[in-house]
C-alpha cells in the first residue's frame, strides 16, 4: 500500500484526516463515526449512483458488504490542492479491489473530494480515470445517466434502510 509522507511536527493536512475514514468506507468497515467526515449536504457520485445527502451515502457506502465478499484500497497516491482558504481538493490515484461470487476485479479509479473547513461536500470516484457524464457534458446523455443513478440511489437507499446504521 502506497504512503503519504509523514509531516513530522507539521499540522495535519486534510487528507491526512479524511484517509483513514476513506479507507474504510471502501473495505466494507464503516462506522458511523466515519460518516462523520462528510458536511450534511455533501454528494457522492460514482457511474452507478448519484447520492445526496449524508444518509444515502451511508446507504451506497453499507450497500458494499451486501454486493461484494470483499472490497478495498490496495494501493494510493494522494495530491492535495488548497482551492482557496478553508476549500480543499484532494485527488486520491487509486486501485481498488473486489471479490464477488469468486472472481477478483480491480479497478483503476480516481477519487475526487471536495472540501469546505475539513467536511466532504463532493465525492466523486471516476472509474478507469473517466469523468463523470453528466447533464453539464452531454445535455441528453448525460441527464439520462443522472436519472438512472439516481433511480439505483433510490433503489439501494430502501434496500439499506435509507441510512440507517447496521446494529452491531
Known amino acids: 500500500m502506497a504512503k503519504v509522507a509523514v509531516n513530522e511536527g507539521l499540522p495535519k493536512t486534510v487528507s491526512d484526516t479524511l484517509l483513514p475514514h476513506i479507507l474504510n468506507l471502501y473495505a466494507s468497515r464503516a462506522t458511523p463515526q466515519d460518516f462523520e467526515i462528510y458536511a450534511p449536504h455533501a454528494t457522492f457520485e460514482d457511474p452507478l449512483m448519484q447520492a445526496q445527502g449524508v444518509k444515502e451515502i451511508k446507504s451506497a457506502f453499507y450497500s458494499l458488504a451486501k454486493v461484494f465478499k ?99
Not at 80 to 88: K, R
Not at 106 to 123: A, Q
Not at 145 to 153: D, H, I, P, T, V
Open 70 to 168: 470483499e472490497s478495498k484500497i490496495v494501493d494510493y497516491n494522494i495530491e492535495e490542492n488548497v482551492v482557496s482558504p478553508g476549500q480543499t481538493e484532494i485527488v486520491i490515484d487509486n486501485k481498488q479491489y473486489y471479490k464477488i461470487w469468486g472472481k477478483e476485479i480491480n479497478v483503476i479509479s480516481l477519487i475526487k473530494l471536495y472540501t469546505e473547513d475539513g467536511k466532504i461536500v463532493r465525492h466523486e470516484d471516476w472509474w478507469d480515470k473517466k469523468p463523470l457524464s453528466n447533464k453539464e457534458t452531454s445535455p441528453f446523455v448525460g441527464r439520462i445517466n443522472e436519472l438512472r443513478k439516481r433511480a439505483s440511489m433510490f433503489i439501494t437507499h430502501a434496500f439499506m434502510g435509507f441510512g440507517k446504521d447496521p446494529t452491531v
